[in-house]
C-alpha cells in the first residue's frame, strides 16, 4: 500500500439552493473545519458540475463526504412523495447517486453524514422512510432544531454495533448525538449492514459488509461534534488516513 505524500483531497458534495434566485451551491462551514483539521484538504462538489468536470474531480480526489441536506426525491426508491418534503434538489440527488457508484467502483474511501446515509442507501436500491415522525413514527425527536437545540448539542442515545468498523473508528459502542433528519434509512441497499441504532431502532449507521472497504454512513452530523466529542473527531481522522492509504479498485 502505498502512502500520498501530499495531504489527501477530499470531495465534498454541496447543498444547492432550491426555488430561489439567483441559484446557489454551499456547504455548512463545520465540514470543511473537520475535514481541515483531520489533515485533509476539502474540495466542493456542487450539483452544477457537469458529467466531464464531475469525472474530472472524482478522477482526482482521494476520498468523499457526502454531507446533510434537503429531502431526496422518493422517485428515486419508486415511492409517491410525502407531504413533508422540503428542499428536494434532483440534480443533486443525481449527482450524488453517479458519485457514490463511482467511489464504490474506484474503492476510495467514502463518509456519508445524515442525508449522506440515505443518498448512499438509494443508490444501492435501499428506500426511506419519508417522515420519520409518523412514518414508521417515534417517541424520538429526530429533529432536534424543532426544540431550538444547538447543532452541536448530542439529543439522543445511539448503539453501535459491537465489532463493527463504525465502532471500531468511533472507541465506543454507546454514545449521544446530534439529530437533524426528516427521513431515515427503511429498506437496506445491496452490500450495507446497519451497524447503530436509536432507542427507536431507526438505522443511524451503516457500512459495506465488505471488511476492506472504508464505505460509511451515520445519520447524525459528527462534523459539529469535532471539538467536543472524541468519537467525533476519530471518526474524521480516520476517514481522512483511509484516503490518504489508497488500496486497489475491487476487481
Ligand atoms: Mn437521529
Known amino acids: 500500500m502505498k502512502r500520498v505524500s501530499r495531504p489527501p483531497l477530499i470531495g465534498v458534495t454541496t447543498s444547492i439552493t432550491v426555488g430561489k434566485s439567483p441559484e446557489r451551491a454551499y456547504v455548512n462551514s463545520a465540514y ?21 468536470a ?6 482526482r480526489c482521494d476520498g468523499f463526504l457526502l454531507t446533510g441536506g434537503g429531502d431526496m426525491d422518493p422517485a428515486a426508491f419508486n415511492e409517491p412523495p410525502h ?25 476510495k474511501p467514502l463518509l456519508a453524514v445524515c442525508r ?18 409518523t412514518d414508521p413514527g417515534t417517541e424520538i425527536q429526530h429533529q432536534q432544531e424543532r426544540e431550538q437545540k444547538p447543532r452541536d ?3 439522543h442515545p445511539v448503539k453501535v454495533v459491537a465489532g463493527s468498523r463504525l465502532a471500531q473508528l468511533l472507541g465506543t459502542t454507546e454514545l ?3 439529530s437533524m433528519h426528516h427521513q431515515a434509512v427503511k429498506a437496506l441497499g445491496r452490500g450495507l449492514v446497519p451497524v447503530a ?24 452530523h459528527p462534523e459539529e461534534l469535532v471539538s467536543r466529542d472524541q468519537a467525533a473527531a476519530r471518526l474524521f481522522r480516520a476517514f481522512v488516513e483511509a484516503a490518504a492509504s489508497p488500496k486497489r479498485p475491487p476487481s
Not at 441504532?197 to 460509511?216: H, K, Q, S, T, Y
Open 83 to 107: 407531504p413533508t418534503l422540503s428542499e428536494v434538489a434532483p440534480a443533486r440527488d443525481r449527482l450524488e447517486i453517479a458519485l457514490v457508484r463511482r467511489a464504490l467502483e474506484s474503492g
Open 153 to 155: 448539542e448530542p439529543t
Open 176 to 178: 449521544r448525538v446530534n
Open 116 to 133: 449522506g446515509i440515505q443518498v448512499l442507501n438509494v443508490a444501492l436500491g435501499g428506500s426511506l422512510f419519508q417522515d420519520v415522525a
Open 32 to 52: 470543511v473545519a473537520a475535514i481541515q483539521e483531520a489533515g485533509g484538504v476539502p474540495v466542493p462538489i456542487p450539483p452544477q458540475l457537469d458529467a466531464t
Open 54 to 59: 464531475l469525472a474530472e474531480i472524482l478522477a
Open 197 to 220: 441504532f436509536a432507542p427507536d431502532m431507526i438505522i443511524e449507521g451503516v457500512e459495506l459488509e465488505d471488511p476492506e472497504r472504508f464505505v460509511l454512513g451515520v445519520q447524525w
